[in-house]
């Protein structure tokens, strides 16, 4: 069954790694969590050493929240233009990673969900 997951990864200079990842695979989770670390050093970033990780699966029988899922892919889609296309077609498997500073409104929307 397919997964919808909210990842973020904090750093020192105040701007948050987020990842949206939609899989059937929980150990994609931890590998996303790896590659957002490394994303954020290989741009001079300080990773606070802590990852929330969220299933955004907040109904009863485990399925997604439409809503949640729904604000996250709103919210993708405003950062990455390409993501809109890509989720469209996406059927099993998505993933994208965007930088969002502490300060930007949709930051505050996105660190409530956790």
Not at 16 to 33: E, F, I, P, T, W
Not at 41 to 60: D, F, H, K, N, Q
Not at 61 to 68: F, I, L, V, Y
Not at 77 to 84: F, H, S
Request: aromatic share 6%.
């Amino acid at each position: 069954m397919v997964k919808h997951y909210l990842i973020t990864v904090a750093t020192h200079e105040r701007m948050n790694v987020h990842g949206y990842l939609m899989s059937g695979d929980k150990q994609d989770v931890y590998g996303l969590a790896d590659k957002m670390f490394s994303m954020a050093e290989e741009r001079g970033l300080t990773p606070l050493g802590i990852v929330l990780s969220t299933e955004l699966a907040a109904r009863e029988g485990g399925k997604p929240d439409p809503r949640t899922v729904k604000t996250v892919r709103e919210i993708v889609c405003k950062v990455d233009k390409e993501a809109q296309k890509n989720l469209k077609a996406a059927k099993d498997f998505h993933l994208t990673v965007f930088l969002m500073s502490d300060n930007y409104p949709d930051n505050e929307v996105l660190m409530a969900l956790h």
